[in-house]
């Protein structure tokens, strides 16, 4: 009963490929989010989506594309995979009411690409 | 534009000494996160401070957010290997969005 999972944990592909990774979250949140981090931890917001709806873009390549089927989930399409993407990914969810300040992190998934 | 810068980047110590983290910014936050992050897993909130001046203590860990709401710090009494992890301060903007500082990895050797 996990209540962020992201799929896959683990994805090594070639560059120029195009790949999906998946999150969901059993919490009933709104508000849902993408972070990168870099080879040295640094964790830097891509995008956030609430209720369906695209609320923040961090000048994110045009190559990264967001897609929420419903509220429960929000997945990463990236075309072209470059070099550079080899990141850890994270989906995160925003609490509401009392626990609005608090996000919920996924347990990432390790991009590399070769 | 990196808003956050967190020192030390690095800290490797042993078990039962205190250590000190500092995370500044030049910006004005609402409240500020600290995060704690294991290898292979996502962070997880610490802790959210949000009155200038605030202290908030968790067992060993006390937090401390300054006057102004630029600048924050994390203080460990007697650390222990368990301690071992990333440390991450993060900002909060509008919206729910966080500003995060590179984090600081801690080891603390038995």
């Known amino acids: 009963d996990t209540a962020v999972s992201q799929t896959p944990k683990y994805l090594v592909t070639q560059m120029g490929n195009d790949k999906s990774i998946k999150c969901e979250q059993n919490?009933?949140?709104?508000?849902m989010y993408w972070y990168k981090q870099d080879s040295k931890k640094f964790l830097k917001i891509m995008f956030s989506?609430?209720?369906?709806?695209?609320?923040i873009n961090e000048t994110v390549p045009n190559r990264f594309s967001p897609k929420s089927p419903d509220k429960a989930h929000l997945n990463l399409h990236i075309n072209s995979l470059e070099l550079g993407d080899s990141a850890v990914y994270f989906c995160?969810?925003?609490?509401?009411?009392?626990?609005?300040?608090?996000?919920?992190f996924g347990p990432g998934t390790r991009l590399l690409v070769l | 534009t990196q808003l956050l810068e967190q020192s030390p980047q690095f800290l490797s110590i042993q078990e039962g000494e205190n250590l000190t983290v500092y995370c500044n910014s030049s910006?004005?936050?609402?409240?500020l996160q600290w995060y704690r992050q294991e290898p292979g897993e996502g962070p997880v909130l610490l802790v959210t401070?949000?009155?200038?001046?605030e202290v908030k203590k968790l067992k060993r860990l006390t937090f401390q957010f300054g006057d102004a709401r630029k600048d924050s710090s994390l203080h460990i009494t007697a650390a222990q290997p368990g301690d071992t992890g990333l440390y991450l301060c993060?900002?909060?903007?509008?919206?729910?969005?966080?500003?995060f500082g590179q984090g600081t990895e801690l080891s603390v050797k038995p």
């Open positions: 995160a969810t925003r609490g509401e009411g009392p626990a609005q300040e608090t996000q919920y």
């Open positions: 919490l009933g949140h709104d508000t």
């Open positions: 989506y609430n209720n369906k709806e695209l609320i």
């Open positions: 910006s004005v936050f609402s409240s």
């Open positions: 401070v949000v009155t200038g001046g």
């Open positions: 993060a900002g909060v903007k509008g919206g729910g969005k966080l500003i």
